[in-house]
């Protein structure tokens, strides 16, 4: 179910599990993955991490960095609700998700959004809709159990002190981020802020997926 949240599921594939009169079992975060998004992701490297900086310099803003986003995912959910299963995930959760891919400069790949979900757990206001925790320990966690056992995610596996490793990179990460982020923060309110500006605000570093410069765009 977390995976909705987290890996912002392809709207062609979101009938899959919209609810219907025979619709009441949820799937595990480990099922979604399997059936919604393929997975071919590189080799993992750990150098593309919150603490590797990438300066460009100017910066995009939110907006453009969002943009760029989208552009190498259009498949991903937006401007509307998910359904995963009985479920509903508010588009403006969706899109804060997207949101903090964009400032942090994770990528989408497995590694990074481990890291992602670790930093979002400590980098966030307290306050926050339950299912925030949920989505970042019950991923961890399934994950975690998936690589005891052996299994890989797509073509992708990730030993058991990879997984914990860099799931803990992303929660210092988050512990280093002052003032906290406001979980229920309107995106709209900082479209047009540029993300250096944001990235000082909040002490984040940039791990550099997502930005490029604005003057190329088209």
């Not at 997975?39 to 300066?55: G, I, Q, R, W």
């Not at 100017?58 to 609700?81: E, K």
């Amino acid at each position: 179910m977390w995976l909705g949240v987290i890996y912002q599921i392809k709207s062609n594939k979101q009938s899959e599990f919209q609810p219907d009169g025979d619709t009441n079992v949820l799937p595990t975060a480990l099922e979604l993955i399997h059936t919604t998004l393929p997975f071919h992701p590189p080799p993992m490297d750990t150098s593309k991490t919150v603490y590797s900086p990438t300066n460009l310099n100017p910066a995009p803003t939110l907006r453009q960095g969002l943009q760029h986003y989208y552009q190498a995912n259009p498949d991903f959910v937006q401007n509307q609700d998910l359904w995963v299963g009985w479920f509903r995930v508010p588009w403006q959760d969706l899109q804060r998700h997207d949101v903090m891919h964009v400032v942090t400069g994770y990528s989408t790949d497995l590694d990074q959004e481990l890291q992602l979900i670790g930093f979002l757990l400590t980098a966030l206001t307290w306050k926050r809709p339950w299912y925030y925790y949920a989505q970042s320990l019950v991923v961890f966690l399934e994950l975690l159990w998936q690589s005891i056992r052996g299994k890989a995610w797509g073509d992708r596996y990730l030993n058991p002190l990879q997984v914990c490793q860099l799931y803990l990179k992303g929660v210092q990460q988050g512990l280093t981020t002052r003032p906290k982020i406001n979980a229920y923060l309107n995106p709209e309110t900082v479209m047009d802020q540029d993300l250096d500006a944001l990235r000082k605000i909040y002490n984040i570093s940039n791990a550099g997926a997502w930005d490029r410069n604005h003057d190329s765009e088209a």
